[in-house]
């Protein structure tokens, strides 16, 4: 199984950015996905989840500004984010909960990808 994110990059502030997470290999299912954002010398923490039937929840920091999404029949996730900030900066990591056989599921991170909002 892999979980790959891109999109990430360098933008100034109030730009936009979409971010993307694949998910493939030999699966069941992929359940819940999320997007968490880790800042030089901080924890990694909760940006948004989405459940496989389209329920979402976002960190009061981006609400309003970010929006998560997905395409089932792809296994991909994505993070559209708008007015972009200097403090959004930060790697961001992709969170699969993967079925890899029924009753079986495995949470997956991916390897990250950076997000830089210049001032």
């Known amino acids: 199984v892999q979980v790959v994110e891109s999109g990430g990059g360098l933008v100034q502030a109030g730009g936009s950015l979409r971010l993307s997470c694949a998910v493939s290999?030999?699966?069941?299912?992929?359940?819940?996905m999320g997007w968490y954002r880790q800042a030089p010398g901080k924890q990694r923490d909760l940006v948004a989840v989405?459940?496989?039937?389209?329920?979402?929840r976002y960190s009061d920091s981006v609400k309003g500004r970010f929006t998560i999404s997905r395409d089932n029949a792809i296994d991909t996730m994505y993070l559209q984010m708008n007015g972009l900030k200097p403090e959004d900066t930060g790697v961001y990591y992709c969170?699969?909960?993967?079925?890899?056989?029924?009753?079986?599921?495995?949470?997956?991170w991916g390897q990250g990808t950076q997000v830089t909002v210049s001032s």
């Open positions: 290999g030999t699966i069941f299912s992929v359940n819940d």
């Open positions: 989405i459940t496989r039937a389209g329920s979402t």
């Open positions: 969170n699969a909960e993967i079925g890899v056989r029924v009753g079986v599921n495995i949470t997956y």
